[in-house]
Antibody, heavy 122, light 108 residues
Framework: EVQLVESGGGLVQPGGSLRLSCAAS????????MDWVRQAPGKGLEWVGR??????????EYAASVKGRFTISRDDSKNSLYLQMNSLKTEDTAVYYC?????????????WGQGTLVTVSS | QTVVTQEPSFSVSPGGTVTLTCGLS?????????PSWYQQTPGQAPRTLIY???TRSSGVPDRFSGSILGNKAALTITGAQADDESDYYC????????FGGGTKLTVL
C-alpha cells in the first residue's frame, strides 16, 4: 500500500525557517517525481514545487511565490522527500501536502499525504 | 500568466446531474494539458478522481466522468449523492502543474 506521511510542521515566526519531511512507502520511491502542494486556510490548492527522479537528474522547479526561498530535496536511500522553507512569510501559512506524480506521460497526482500544518505568525 | 478557471460554486439536487468546468483565461483546454480532477472534503487530503481527461482513478464510481466540452475540460457527476458535496479542483499540465481555483459543490 502506497503511503505518504508528512511531518515537521508547526509554528514559526516571520523570517524563520522550517524543514518538512515526507516519508514514502509501498512503492519504488526513486522512480517517481515528487511534488509539494499547499493549501492556505479557507483557500484552494496551490502547487509549490517538484523534484524529478534520478533518471532526470533530480532537477527541481518551483512556483514563483516560493522560488528563492524554498528548496525541495530527496533522499532515495531513505525514501524521503524534504521541503526546506526559509524567509517564511505570514502568507506561507498553509497545510503542506506531499504528492506523488504518476509515472508515464499522464501528469497527475496519484497519491497524496495527509498534510502537515505550517503556521507563520509572530 | 494564464489562469485556470473554475466555477466558484455550484449546486445540484440529489440524484441530479452536474457538470463542472475547467477553462483557461486565455485559450482552450485540450487533452494535451492532461486535465485531472480531485475531490476534497474539509480537513481531508485531496482524492484523485479523473486523469488524462477521462480516465477514472482506481475505486472511483462510474458516475464520475471527464471530458472536453467545447474549449474546457469537464467533470460530470451523474446521480449526485449527498457525500459528493465537496470541493473539486482541476489541474492542467502546462509545462508545470497549475491548479484551478476550485468549485464548491453543494448537494441539496
Amino acid at each position: 500500500e502506497v503511503q505518504l506521511v508528512e511531518s515537521g510542521g508547526g509554528l514559526v515566526q516571520p523570517g524563520g525557517s522550517l524543514r518538512l519531511s515526507c516519508a514514502a512507502s509501498g512503492f519504488t520511491f526513486s522512480d517517481h517525481y515528487m511534488d509539494w502542494v499547499r493549501q492556505a486556510p479557507g483557500k484552494g490548492l496551490e502547487w509549490v514545487g517538484r523534484t524529478r527522479n534520478k533518471a532526470n537528474s533530480y532537477t527541481t522547479e518551483y512556483a514563483a511565490s516560493v522560488k528563492g526561498r524554498f528548496t525541495i530535496s530527496r533522499d532515495d536511500s531513505k525514501n524521503s522527500l524534504y521541503l526546506q522553507m526559509n524567509s517564511l512569510k505570514t502568507e506561507d501559512t498553509a497545510v503542506y501536502y506531499c504528492a506523488r506524480m504518476s509515472s508515464g506521460w499522464t501528469y497527475y497526482f496519484d497519491y497524496w499525504g495527509q498534510g502537515t500544518l505550517v503556521t507563520v505568525s509572530s | 500568466q494564464t489562469v485556470v478557471t473554475q466555477e466558484p460554486s455550484f449546486s445540484v439536487s440529489p440524484g441530479g446531474t452536474v457538470t463542472l468546468t475547467c477553462g483557461l483565461s486565455s485559450g482552450s483546454v485540450s487533452t494535451s494539458y492532461y486535465p485531472s480532477w480531485y475531490q476534497q472534503t474539509p480537513g481531508q487530503a485531496p482524492r484523485t478522481l479523473i486523469y488524462s481527461t477521462n480516465t477514472r482513478s482506481s475505486g472511483v464510481p462510474d458516475r464520475f466522468s471527464g471530458s472536453i466540452l467545447g474549449n474546457k475540460a469537464a467533470l460530470t457527476i451523474t446521480g449526485a449523492q449527498a457525500d459528493d458535496e465537496s470541493d473539486y479542483y482541476c489541474v492542467l499540465y502546462m509545462g508545470s502543474v497549475v491548479f484551478g481555483g476550485g468549485t464548491k459543490l453543494t448537494v441539496l
